[in-house]
């Protein structure tokens, strides 16, 4: 069974940082590229970033390009999401998806709420 568990969300100010991670099991992670979607209230999921199974290929939407960094630990099933320079329209729930794109298994999320 696919499991992916987000953590590492939570409040934060405009300007700030937080480290999003996502626990994988239950599936080969090391030869699964893996993405990041968010999802404000009331909207349409955003694919925001991407990265193959190994690692050196990466995607970001230009909405967060610059300011988020996606990286993996395949040794430890392992997906990360850097975001700095947080903005308040980055407020979204976050989920980690198996696969190239917003569509595939994904876990329960965490939230991310950048306010003053």
């Known amino acids: 069974e696919v499991q992916l568990v987000e953590s590492g969300g939570g409040l934060v100010q405009p300007g700030g940082s937080l480290r999003l991670s996502c626990a994988a099991s239950g599936f080969s992670f090391g030869s699964s590229d893996m993405s990041w979607v968010r999802q404000a209230p009331g909207e349409d999921p955003d694919w925001i970033s991407a990265i193959r199974s190994g690692g050196v290929v990466k995607f970001y939407d230009n909405s967060v390009k610059g300011r988020f960094a996606i990286s993996r630990d395949n040794a430890k099933n392992t997906l990360f999401l850097q975001m700095n320079s947080l903005k308040p329209d980055d407020t979204a729930v976050y989920y980690c998806?198996?696969?190239?794109?917003?569509?595939?298994?994904r876990g329960q999320g965490t939230q991310v709420t950048v306010a003053s």
């Open positions: 998806v198996r696969g190239w794109g917003p569509v595939g298994s």
